[in-house]
């Protein structure tokens, strides 16, 4: 749904993606730490990690209480120092905070990376002290990275954190975590000991000013930077965060996101069973996968697909080779390929031959794929990769070695696959999943040399999400290429925005329903309202019978509950003795006053129900459903959910998500039916809901799709207050 907000943001493109400018603060050639002290340990730690890891810039420490710190004058005043400096580092008494920001601002300073806790995750004083904080960034004209911030890392910048305990090396990977903790005791630290490494870190903190946003925006557009990972815990703009990721993709830098927590619908209850179908964390799910963003569940498992984005270059196909020495991680390997979709083609012809030819293999008859060399093979791994290597119907490799990694064997095994990954045309992964604790704790494993130079993976599912993850991004970003920018869609969509005047906060009758749904081309049922016995009669010959009767009544959102729907009428006098009895269970449940009526609608059956529709969210706005409908909701328990505004690409994915689409195609009674037709119905669902704030949520089901096209024989619309 569009806020007013987001029409503002949407008036440019460049504008929603743009990113900052944010050297200043990576790389700064001047910093004043305003509180610098020896006895602090976030100030003291932060010049400790900046002077001994390598800044060659000019540090000012700022301290009316010192003359001298490290050797360096102390300043009183950011206004004392003898020049306008990159970055201001505040570590001061919250409420002398906003201050420093002014003054540094005042200055020229264009960044201010504010330490200090205290703020809005503190207390009511702190929550306003924020507010004066953001003000006081907009005033000043400087960017403001926190305030309750860990601090940032560059490894061929500058190290500005207290909790740095070594040295970055120089690596690919950037990181945008929300939590400033875990981005350097967890992440950074996790990272080093398997020697992968990040080019840059930032604690976002708060996000008074500079959000998640900014910074994977500003990363993305860095050459040095192979993949953009971020830890999210919320985002207050998911709108613009989802612009900016998805541009990212489209320019070629993958974003994986671990994601915690979930967004819990706007209303304490909704009315609808589209609502029942969305949970608590599905909004995110469809958001990052219409954005490209490649959701993680954990650190490690981020860890390790990111070390393969910096690794290796983007795969062709999905085709993977795997040889292992052992026959039963063989299998295990071939059953995750296919849970992850990667294809797992024949070794046969001269490959084939060529393996047989290899003495040590010891191998009777054939090869599969995967291929047990047997423990044998670890002594010809450069044979078998010779053989392999120069096979066009592979993508990508993976040497499966279960054997220990701290022996003298392992000495040549590690050697011959630094050469093999060196020399190949192609990626290739190592899995180890043997022994890696050495009897020598001082010296350094094979295993451990080898992945200096390219990953070494040592979990099965691990190594495969990896080499997924390479090619998972190539599909996202070829679709995304191939449909409009979720900017372009937010345009198109408050461009088609109708003014639709709908009573607010009620639930509509069927003629406010239908006048909606008819806006937006969104095809129902014919349907007629009687007030009487007559009217319903006249009403079902004029029709044709079979027909059903149905109460409509605002106050009776569920009248299938009570009885107050018929079916199947098939003559005059069966709608006499329907009208009565769905009349009758009506004003078992409401008064007579809230009734508008008897709806008279022919028996729709030729065809499969579906159900879609809107439901509230509290971070989206609204989110769309679709998926089986009628006695399906409940039988098979599954939907997909959308984002709106979204692509046709991303509605069609969402109904081929669900089992609709099969039971379009797959009939047991009558032809196929169009898959399309219910995509370009879905299509018009998330233009209302795009469109209409007005509109909490929207409930068609059962949607009928038949030889002519979906039409919706049910709907429950609820307004917003």
């Keep these: 749904m569009l806020s007013d907000e987001a029409d503002d943001e949407g008036n440019s493109s460049t504008e929603s993606v743009s990113a900052p400018e944010l050297d200043p603060l990576f790389d700064p050639e001047s910093v004043a730490v305003v509180g610098a002290s020896p006895d602090s340990f976030y100030s003291g730690n932060l010049v400790e990690n900046l002077l001994e890891y390598g800044f060659d810039g000019t540090l000012y420490p700022v301290n009316p209480g010192r003359d001298e710190v490290w050797d360096r004058q102390c300043y009183d005043h950011i206004s004392d120092i003898p020049e306008t400096v990159d970055l201001a580092v505040v570590s001061v008494p919250r409420e002398h905070v906003v201050d420093v920001v002014k003054s540094a601002g005042e200055r020229g300073v264009p960044v201010a990376l504010v330490l200090t806790a205290g703020f809005a995750e503190a207390d009511d004083t702190g929550t306003d002290l924020e507010a004066q904080l953001a003000a006081t960034a907009t005033e000043a004209g400087i960017q403001v990275v926190g305030p309750n911030c860990i601090g940032v890392m560059a490894s061929e910048g500058a190290t500005l954190t207290a909790t740095c305990s070594r040295e970055p090396q120089p690596g690919g990977i950037g990181l945008v975590s929300q939590s400033g903790a ?20 930032v604690s976002t903190g708060n996000e008074v000013d500079l959000t998640a946003a900014d910074y994977v925006a500003y990363l993305a557009e860095l050459d040095d930077v192979d993949v953009v990972c971020t830890y999210i815990e919320g985002i207050d703009d998911p709108e613009r965060f989802l612009r900016v990721a998805e541009n990212a993709v489209r320019n070629g830098t993958p974003v994986l996101t671990v994601k915690i927590g979930s967004s819990e619908l706007a209303e304490a209850a909704t009315l609808s069973h589209t609502g029942s179908l969305t949970g608590d964390d599905d909004a995110w799910t469809a958001a990052f996968n219409q954005a490209g963003v490649e959701r993680v569940p954990d650190i490690p498992d981020l860890l390790a697909r990111a070390s393969a984005h910096t690794a290796y270059g983007n795969p062709d196909r999905d085709r993977v080779c795997i040889a292992s020495t052992s026959g039963g991680l063989a299998s295990l390997l071939a059953d995750m390929a296919a849970e992850r979709d990667l294809s797992l083609p024949d070794i046969d012809g001269e490959t084939e031959q060529q393996l047989l030819n290899i003495e040590e293999l010891l191998t009777y008859g054939g090869f599969n794929n995967p291929a047990d060399i047997r423990g044998y093979g670890a002594h010809v791994l450069p044979e078998i990769a010779d053989a392999v290597l120069d096979d066009d119907a592979f993508d990508a490799y993976v040497f499966a070695i279960g054997l220990p990694g701290v022996d003298e064997r392992a000495e040549t095994i590690a050697d011959d696959l630094a050469t093999i990954a060196s020399e190949a045309d192609d990626p290739v992964y190592v899995l180890w999943t043997g022994r890696k604790e050495s009897d020598d704790p001082t010296a350094t494993p094979p295993y ?13 599912s691990r190594c495969l999400d990896a080499l997924a993850s390479t090619g998972d991004f190539v599909t996202a970003q070829t679709r995304l290429t191939n449909q409009p920018s979720r900017t372009d869609l937010v345009a198109d969509a408050r461009k088609n925005a109708t003014n639709v005047d709908l009573p607010r906060g009620q ?8 006048r909606l749904l008819n806006v937006y081309d969104i095809p129902v049922v014919e349907t007629r309202l009687a007030t009487d016995v007559q009217e319903a009669v006249a009403a079902a010959e004029d029709i044709g019978f079979p027909v059903v ?11 299938t509950d009570v009885g107050a729907v018929e079916l199947g009428i ?8 329907a009208y009565e009895d769905v009349m009758d269970a009506a004003l078992a449940a409401i008064d007579e006053d809230d009734i508008e009526g008897v709806l008279v609608q022919p028996v729709v059956d030729d065809g499969v129900e579906a159900i879609t529709g809107i439901a509230p969210d509290e971070v989206f706005g609204s989110l769309v459903s679709v998926g089986p409908g009628g006695v399906l909701v409940e039988a098979l328990d599954e939907s997909a959910t959308l984002v709106p505004p979204f692509s046709r690409a991303d509605a069609r994915a969402a109904v081929e998500e669900t089992a609709l689409a099969s039971l379009l195609r797959n009939r047991r009674e009558g032809d ?4 399309d037709a219910i995509v370009d119905f879905l299509i018009r669902i998330g233009e209302l809901a795009a469109g209409v704030d007005t509109v909490a949520e929207l409930d068609l089901n059962p949607v009928v799709v038949t030889e002519h096209g979906p039409v919706a024989v049910d709907a429950l619309v609820r307004t917003r207050e």
């Excluded at 639930?507 to 239908?514: A, F, I, K, R, Y």
């Design 182 to 201: 875990l981005a350097f005791t967890t992440f950074f630290e996790r990272a080093a000991d398997s020697d992968v490494h990040f080019s840059h870190i």
């Design 448 to 460: 451990a040399r080898l992945r200096e130079s390219l990953p070494v993976y040592e979990d099965p």
């Design 507 to 514: 639930v509509l009758t069927w003629q406010e329903s239908e």
């Design 549 to 559: 009767l149905k109460i409509d009544s605002p106050a009776l959102p569920h009248r």
């Design 570 to 577: 098939d003559s005059a006098e069966a709608v006499r003795a």
């Design 672 to 675: 196929a039916l169009s898959v």
